[in-house]
């Protein structure tokens, strides 16, 4: 049986969706339509780079909502890591992404003053499905808005009874496979994109890859530490595996700017980070291998 | 992989593996280096009493007066001079002239240390040419803190990356950032060609 795949842009990367195997009764045309407009439809409420996206709507002034089930999710996971990390991982560094010069129109250009985000309390409310808006604000979920579409795509794909399937959305990948075969998955080089400096290998979870290889512009990237106000320089790129892409983006995110040990006791998930002098630090049962010198 | 030699001293093992986590662990960038934590500590000692000693098997009283002995267990079978204080000349004890000073192969041992309890960790390391080319080490620690200990100095063994090309390997996918924001790469692309960047 050929895998079917579907390719297509969207959330600002590429998209490719292997499906390994499939009933006779398959409609690849149909669903493969339902995929799209499910990716669609997510940028549509999420996007902070659409002015008109649902979350710029009710942020732009204070307000109450009702989130809908599937936001609940991804407001969960922030609020946790928020927690976690002492502040460090929060929506509301969209501000200080625009004022650095990540904004919807990719100016790259950074203001003279840089705003730290204010305190999650002092502008949110949020008790699921209770959203207060307290002051007008900007969300930004790019660090596992990526992970968390991927999540809601593969449950698309098992609702259809489809259980052999690879998602990849820009190198951020979800692998199940029913016949249990493991997929060997080249952990880019940051300095060499024709070159991987390991492998990993999935079955049946996510791998997420973090690095501001490629999103650098003057002294930043799209990751900025709200503490620091600066963009991570220590570590170049992280790679993390984990059941769900949403956890394994978060982390993968995090690892840039949090010690691992804050992770380590609260989920399961492997880990792969790569320093700015070349070594690397891998967990202990990581499932791959890591090429040394 | 398991292959068992018996010809190294196992402190020399230990020591060598020890003095490596050391060196590792004195480059690491967010290593967490606490002199609190026991474990943390008495690996430092060990290896710095063995260091002194040139690694040459005479390490019988590595770490005493610590709380933590280093005691080292052979896993090999038939052991010639494990730990006996020899000047073990790399266990080449027959005479023959040979240019490396350790057999190739992978060499296993368990170091103990006292920490209200024995606690073990596992230690395995692939000698090729003379030159450490493989170290694992395997947490056993009974006690819930010790194990998070063991993990942190497991995971403070640390080498330099080289990269393979794609091409040269079968993969399903490749992880990584290069296929990123659409709407990024054509922005910088905009602001280049203006020169701006």
Redo the contacts between chains.
Sequence with gaps: MDPKSLNF?AI???WQIDILDYSPFFNEANFFEVIKNRVEEFEQIYSR?RENSWLRQITGKAGEYYLPVETKKIFDLYFEFYQLTGGIFTPLIAETLIDAGYDE?????AKEVIKKPKKIVEVLDYNFPKLVIKEKTILDFGACGKGYIIDLVAQILQDENIFSF?I?A????F?QNRGKEK??????????????????KILNQS?????????K??NFT?LINPKTLESPK??I?T?VIADTAILADALATSLHMV???VF?EKYKFEYV?????????K??NFPGE???? | MKKQNSYLPNLMILSAVLTLAFVATG????T?ATNSDNSTSTVSTNVNTSTKGNGLGNGNGNGNGNNASGNVKNTNTGSSNSGNGMMGNGGNGNGMMNRFAYKDGTYSANGEYFVEGKEVIGVSLTVQNDIITDVSVT?QARDKTSKGYQ??F???F??????????D????????????????????SI?KSQA??
């Excluded at chain 1, 890591?290 to 010198?293: G, M």
């Design positions: 842009e600002g990367t590429h780079f129109k990719y100016s790259l250009k690879c990849d820009g190198g951020d990948i692998y997929m060997p998955i080249g952990l880019e080089n940051p300095h060499d994109f024709s070159e991987v400096i390991g492998v990993a791998i997420c890859s973090s690095s501001g290889s490629r999103r512009w003057g799209h220590e570590v790129a790679w010690d691992k040990r380590l980070i790569m320093y700015a002098d070349n070594t690397v630090d967990s202990v890591i090429f040394l010198s | 480059c690491g960038v967010t967490p947490p993990l942190m497991v995971d403070n640390k080498s330099q990356v080289i990269g393979k090309k794609i091409a390997l079968k993969l399903g996918k490749v992880s990584g950032a290069s296929l990123t924001t659409q709407g990024f790469n054509n922005a910088v602001i701006a960047l």
